[in-house]
Every structure is written in structure tokens, then in C-alpha cells.
């Protein structure tokens, strides 16, 4: 159980998906001019990574793995499709999107409302697809590890962006040079949060 | 637009990074040196290329409401081929990028250039379209490396250049250019500067 949940609080604060990979900065960028709809993108994305992460997870421990078509038959036992990995868990995830996008609309309209502009975006997110192939990399082994993996990742990613947000809605009212007005603080801005976020290095619990 | 026009074109008052803000989720992270960088630059620009000249070719065959699928299609098998012939012949650049090549396919410059342009124009523009997107994005990706690899380890493509006397003078290499906000930072400073030699980008 340790492990677990250190990998849970690793995930949210020392491999930040924003601070440490970049992964999901398009979305990250525009759609944190405000502090509630960034709130609103932050929790879709976690909601999405928890329910494909651990799919993709056992998509790729059950058919895509070298060996993972052991269930067959001994025939299948050196079968490797790892290379359909990309293609397979994209298709995952958009199929996903889409149906929890038709889900939610069904059983919670108000919850539609609140998150149903922000699902189509969520299929071409980086963290939703980096998250997936970081599982597969770092090679973890069962489904508790993969499930606080992505929860984790995805908390992370709503705390960047509802704290970016803020600091977004008090940069607005500064005298910012002209040249940098816009894309240019942003960035910086990021940077100067991620260098917070690096103190958390070396937590272990 | 002329064909050279947009193939010029991304490579400053159109660039992907610095002004249609396209594909920075995950270009920085390989920006620690030049060569991953380059490798990088030149998968993202071949994907960019084909995807855009197939889709453009199938234009008028592709449904609408279900392109953004055919898209992530075609994408991802072009991803999964520039994946397969990196393993193949650099891999321990492969190795180093990890999973951002297969992140090549959420990369938001591709789904942008087929919106905005492949799915109305023919294949040929959409083609010199492609390579020259790729490239400027390219472009920012090896200067963020070159300026990080220079300050943070002192060298050029892993060759120390920085003479030995100026570290004996004092000089110390900067171990926070090699961590992650110093990409961010530094792609900041060149929107900066970009911006301040091009002042109609700037945002109001």
C-alpha cells in the first residue's frame, strides 16, 4: 500500500504531467484565461485519464504485450503487437471521449453543461495519451499502481491549471512590455511555477 | 500563396510555437540536447508532410463528422512508421525521446495544419504546407536545444566547447537550464524577442 500512495503524491506534485512533462500545454495555455473554466477542463481531464488509463492498461497487458496473448493458447505465446500500441490506444481514448461525453449527457445534464465543451478537446490532449504510454513504459504491474498513476496525474494537471488561472486573472491588470504581453508572460509564468513545484523533489513518503 | 510563400512562411510571422501556439506539449521536454532536438524536428516535420497530403487527398471522400477519427488514423500509422524506423536505425535517440514520439499524435500542430489547411487545399500545397510547419517548429526546437545544451552542460551535439581555462577561471555550468521551467523560460524570451522585432504580433 506504501507504494501506492507514494506513487500518488509523486504524481501529482515531483512528475507534475505540466511542470515536469509539458504534456497537455495547448490546452493548458488557452484555456486558462479564467478560473472557472479551467476548473471545469480540469476535472474532465482527470475523469477521462481515470477511466482510459487503466483500459489502455489492460488493452496492453492482455493483447498488445509480447506474450500477452498467452490466454489463447501456446500458439500465441511469442505473438508481440507492441507496435499497434499508438494507434490502439488513441482509438481507445477517442472512443472513450465519446462515450462518456454521450454517458454524462444522459444520466447528468448539469454535469454536461459544465464539462460538455471541454470532452471533444480532451481526444487530442497530450497528458490523456502520454499518461497511457508513460504506463506502458514504466512498466507497472497491477491495477491498483496504474489507477493511482492516473488519478494523480490528472489531479496534478487541475491543480497547474486552476493555479495558472488565478495567477492568469491578476497578470491581466499588470503593466506587462508590450512584446511580451500574451503567449510570452505565460510562458514565463509556467516556468517560475515550475521552479515552485520543483521543491517538492525529493518527497518520499 | 505561392508555394515558397508557405514554406517561408512558418519560420517566423506564421511560426507554430511562438504565434499560432501549436504543438508545445511535447517539444519542450526534448530540448535538453541539440540531437534528440533534431531528430524530433525532422519526425514531426516527415508526419506533418505525408498526413497533410493524404488527408488533403481524401478531402472530399472524408465525412465531416467523423474526420477528426480518420485524421488520428492516418496520423497515428505515420507515427507508428516514423516510430518503427527510429528504433530501427537511431536507438538511443529513441530511446532518450521515449514516449514522445508516440505523443507526435496528439501533437497539436498536426490536427491544426489538417483543420486549417489540408482539409481545403489540394495535396501539393498542403504538402510544402506540412514540411515547412514542421520545420519552423523545427527551428524553435533546436534553438531552445542549442541555448540549454550550450548553458547547461557547456557543449555542442555532446562536444564540450566551452575551454577548459574559463572553468578554471570560475565559470560553472548552469544545472538548471538542463531542468524542465528552463525550457519554458527560455521559449519565453524568444516570443520576447520575436515579438520585439515584430511588433505587429504583438497581443493587445
Known sequence: MDSIFNLFVRSIFIDNMIFAY??????FLAVSKTVKTSVGLGIAV????I???PIN???????????ALKWLGPDYADVDLSYLSFIIFIAVIAAMVQLVEMVVEKVSPPLYNALGIFLPLIAVNCAILGVALFVQEREYTNVGEVMAYS???GLGWFLAIVGFAAIREKIKYSNIPAPLRGLGIAFITTGLMAIAFMSFMGIKI | MSNFKLLKAPFNMENPITVQVLGICSALAVTVQIKPAI??????????????LIISALRNTIPGRIRIIVQLVVIAALVIIVDQLLKAYVYDVSKKLSVFVGLIITNCILMGRLEAFAMANKPWPSFVDGIGNGLGYGLILVIVAFIRELLGSGSFFGHRIIPQWLYDAGYMDNGLMILPPMALITIGTIIWLQRSKNRDLIEK
Not at chain 1, 509539458?22 to 490546452?27: A, P
Not at chain 2, 531528430?39 to 497533410?52: D, P
Request: hydrophobic share 55%; glycine share 8%.
Open chain 1, 22 to 27: 509539458f504534456l497537455g500545454m495547448c490546452s
Open chain 1, 151 to 153: 488519478f494523480g496525474s
Open chain 1, 46 to 49: 482527470t475523469f477521462v485519464l
Open chain 1, 57 to 67: 492498461w489492460f488493452v496492453d497487458t492482455y493483447l498488445l504485450k509480447e506474450g
Open chain 1, 51 to 53: 477511466i482510459t488509463a
Open chain 2, 39 to 52: 531528430v524530433m524536428a525532422l519526425s514531426v516535420t516527415v508526419v506533418t508532410a505525408f498526413s497533410n
